[in-house]
């Protein structure tokens, strides 16, 4: 008797439960408002015509080093800095909307481009992503310029006071993407093509941010 109480206890709070996630559901297909929405497309242009017009202050440029060195040694850090964060900030969104494994934590530079054998027998797509992704020393354990830890303060930075940038490589990469077909190494070129693309037009905007302006004296 007690078990067929239990169970029937059991099998009334499914009962309520299904209830209670139905009606959320039905609420939300007749309420789409309260569902969340996608944000509308980015001006990109106006962007990056926003950012290259920004001016940072004595502040901005220590705390996108990590607040680890002064002012006038952060603007000598900051070209190289800001380059690597948004090459980095690029290569991750590119990875998530190819469905592929994070970024690689820094590894020591190889220099040895891969043989075409090696290209041609990849056997995943992914396989033939990580012999083709754009790498360069300065983003390496031989770096000469940068720890791991001074791009990943960079990104944080740029992530916090400008999140338009992350969204506009993702929205370049989305809309790409859309346009093509199956995901196979023709696709991963097209894709590592748009990637350097996007990033000289952020780099760009990035690079005219750090360059003295007039205006930006006293700020």
Not at 194 to 210: G, I, P, W
Request: net charge negative; aromatic share 10%; with cysteine.
């Amino acid at each position: 008797m007690a078990i067929s109480f239990i169970n029937n206890i059991f099998v009334k709070n499914v009962v309520l439960v299904a209830l209670f996630v139905n009606v959320i559901c039905v609420g939300a297909a007749l309420r789409p408002d309260i569902l969340p929405s996608t944000p509308p497309p980015l001006d990109i242009d106006n962007e990056l015509a926003k950012i290259a017009d920004t001016c940072l202050s004595e502040t901005d440029y220590e705390e996108l080093c990590g607040n680890v060195v002064r002012y006038i040694t952060a603007i000598g850090l900051s070209h190289v800095l800001v380059h690597e964060s948004i090459a980095s900030i690029a290569l991750s969104e590119l990875r998530a909307l190819l469905g592929f494994s994070p970024l690689h934590p820094w590894q020591v530079y190889n220099r040895t481009k891969p043989s075409e054998t090696e290209l041609k027998n990849a056997p995943t797509p992914e396989a033939y992503y990580e012999l083709r992704e754009p790498r360069n020393q300065r983003r390496s354990l031989n770096s000469t310029h940068l720890f791991e830890k001074n791009v990943d303060a960079g990104i944080k930075y740029l992530d916090e006071h400008f999140p338009a940038i992350r969204r506009i490589f993702r929205q370049i990469f989305e809309e790409k993407l859309l346009r093509e077909g199956v995901l196979d190494k023709k696709l991963i070129d097209h894709m590592i093509n748009v990637y350097f693309e996007a990033l000289n037009r952020v780099d760009k905007a990035t690079s005219d941010m750090l360059w003295y302006k007039l205006k930006c004296d006293g700020f």
